[in-house]
């Protein structure tokens, strides 16, 4: 069983900052695109960025200029840093690692924007 492990999800106030880790086994880190997704209450899942092999990154529109996705080989990590939060950012976000038929989901992390 191929497990993604979330962290440093919390309440932060408009215009805050959080960083979310995502821990992956060696295998799956280094040759399966990692991505973050995301899902509001009574939204479906919605994309947030990617990492692919190589360095390449990708983000939605909604996101890009205020989240960044980056990875620590020596950790077999993916983070998102979040800046500039607002209150429609507020959702459960899921570390997704997908290389072709093969997905795996971690099991979410809260995020909460609010004064």
């Known amino acids: 069983q191929v497990q993604l492990v979330e962290s440093g999800g919390g309440l932060v106030q408009p215009g805050g900052s959080l960083r979310l880790s995502c821990a992956a086994p060696?295998?799956?880190?280094?040759?399966?695109?990692m991505r973050w997704y995301r899902q509001a209450p009574g939204k479906t899942r919605e994309f947030v960025a990617a990492?692919?092999?190589?360095?390449?990154?990708n983000y939605a529109d909604s996101v890009k200029g205020r989240f960044t996705i980056s990875g620590d080989n020596a950790k077999n990590t993916v983070y998102l840093q979040m800046n500039s939060l607002k209150p429609e950012d507020t959702a459960v976000y899921y570390c997704?690692?997908?290389?072709?038929?093969?997905?795996?989901w971690g099991q979410g992390t809260q995020v909460t924007v609010s004064s």
């Open positions: 060696k295998s799956i880190f280094s040759s399966y695109v």
């Open positions: 997704n690692a997908i290389r072709g038929l093969a997905q795996y």
């Open positions: 990492m692919y092999s190589g360095g390449a990154t």
